[in-house]
């Protein structure tokens, strides 16, 4: 069975998007990221980077959250998730590309410098102020892609989507979203489907209750 460790709000629920949608049976194992978990010997061994998730598949363990959504996609191809077309298939690795660096890395230099991740000493103000400027600017293009899609790419879900629900969640979060009525509205089309994980707000009210 397909082990995947890591816990939400983390990136592992980008893999919660494909598992659900591939209808697979796995065995989540809890990683606490705000507990240090991630740090400990046995964690390491998996993935020394001491990041979440890490996808265990018999011999094969897998890091980085796009990675493995698209080793999914591509192991279980019925579901259709990747594009047929090479053009199709060029378009959505650049969006999950796009993504992870341009949207995803500035969100995560906001929380590193606002959140306790970080001691307080180490947080750099000046960074969030460029980190938001820089994530708008990026958000801007998305929301100029996604008038009059549905999709990202082409006319069916696909991993592009399910990468990009996740990451513009977390932008909605970090209140990025209120000039972006075609993102907000992806968004919401997107946690409406049956295969949809918990939001990061849901994950988050879970850990404290």
Avoid at 33 to 58: I, M, S, T, W
Avoid at 124 to 135: K, S
Avoid at 151 to 167: F, H, I, K, P, Q
Wanted: aromatic share 10%.
């Amino acid at each position: 069975m397909l082990k995947l460790y890591g816990q939400a709000p983390t990136r592992v629920l980008r893999v919660h998007w494909l598992l659900n949608a591939l209808g697979l049976e796995y065995e989540e194992v809890p990683v606490n990221f705000f507990e240090g978990e991630h740090q400990k010997p046995e964690f390491l061994r998996l993935n020394p980077a001491g990041k979440v998730p890490v996808l265990v598949d018999g011999d094969t363990v897998l890091t980085e959250s796009s990675a493995i959504q698209l080793y999914l996609a591509e192991k279980f191809p019925q579901a259709g998730l990747i594009p047929q077309s090479l053009a199709e298939r060029g378009q959505m690795y650049q969006w999950i590309f796009f993504l992870v660096s341009e949207i995803e890395q500035p969100l995560w230099r906001i929380a590193r410098n606002t959140s306790q991740l970080y001691p307080e000493h180490e947080h750099q103000p000046l960074d969030v102020q460029i980190a938001t400027r820089e994530c708008r600017a990026m958000l801007a293009v998305l929301e100029k892609h996604m008038e009059g899609r549905e999709y990202l790419v082409g006319e069916r879900v696909s991993v592009a989507d399910m990468n990009a629900a996740y990451t513009l969640d977390w932008a909605g979060e970090a209140k990025m979203l209120d000039d972006a009525p075609h993102l907000r509205a992806f968004l919401q089309r997107m946690y409406a489907r049956p295969e949809a994980p918990v939001t990061i707000a849901e994950a988050f009210a879970a850990l404290e209750s």
